[in-house]
């Protein structure tokens, strides 16, 4: 069977200035409610870091291979948005919404992360990468991984207080050197993690 043809829709391999930038967001939202005039936000490997995307509503989005380092994301909505090898390193995304999104072989590298929603997100290797998805040095206070594909996540180096972990899959997960305290883990499996140099509270005393 022949391969589909490209869809002319998708934005490839620019960099995504701040005027653009909010023209996209006004577009997508437009989508979203379902206005005529709107058009979903399809990009990949397009860059936009260090701009503002603070409270702006991508849910449902592709930004395959984009590049977020750096940005300003409080309280972004990316629901259930496909954000595979998505690079977000060093980026503030407080309370951001993640939910349902797949994010597998994403990067959150040294990202502030408090109070994000990532809740039954998909965060396993893409089959097609080399790249695990990592969350290496993140701030993760409050953040909710609840019911979330975590299998083989690196999360060393991380900071987890009061994160909820609860039916999460961690098998093969790194926690190395990860400071961890009063984390919810109900019902998650912990098979072959790698809690190596972690900081412990009793809440992880016998898992």
């Known amino acids: 069977m022949a391969p589909p043809p490209p869809d002319n829709r998708v934005i490839k391999d620019k960099r995504i200035t701040r005027e653009v930038l909010q023209r996209l967001g006004k577009l997508h939202v437009d989508w979203v409610v379902g206005r005529p005039s709107g058009k979903r936000a399809m990009l990949e490997n397009c860059d936009f870091s260090g701009l503002d995307l603070s409270h702006m509503n991508f849910s449902d ?32 995304l407080t309370n951001a919404d993640f939910q349902r999104a797949d994010l597998r072989s994403a990067s959150f590298e040294d990202a502030t992360m408090i109070g994000a929603t990532l809740d039954r997100s998909d965060i396993r290797r893409d089959a097609h990468s080399e790249d695990v ?3 290496k040095g993140a701030i993760l206070t409050r953040a909710n991984f609840a019911d979330s594909k975590m299998k083989g996540a690196d999360l060393s180096g991380a900071v987890l207080d009061k994160t909820n972990l609860s039916n999460a899959d961690l098998r093969g997960a790194s926690f190395r050197q990860a400071e961890i305290t009063a984390v919810l883990l109900a019902g998650a499996t912990i098979v072959d993690s790698d809690f190596s140099g972690a900081v412990l509270d009793k809440s992880m005393d016998g898992k």
């Open 61 to 92: 989005g592709v930004f395959i291979s984009c590049k977020f380092g750096d940005c300003e994301g409080r309280g972004v909505k990316f629901t259930s948005a496909i954000l595979r090898s998505a690079c977000f390193d060093r980026a503030d």
């Open 133 to 135: 998805s990592s969350f």
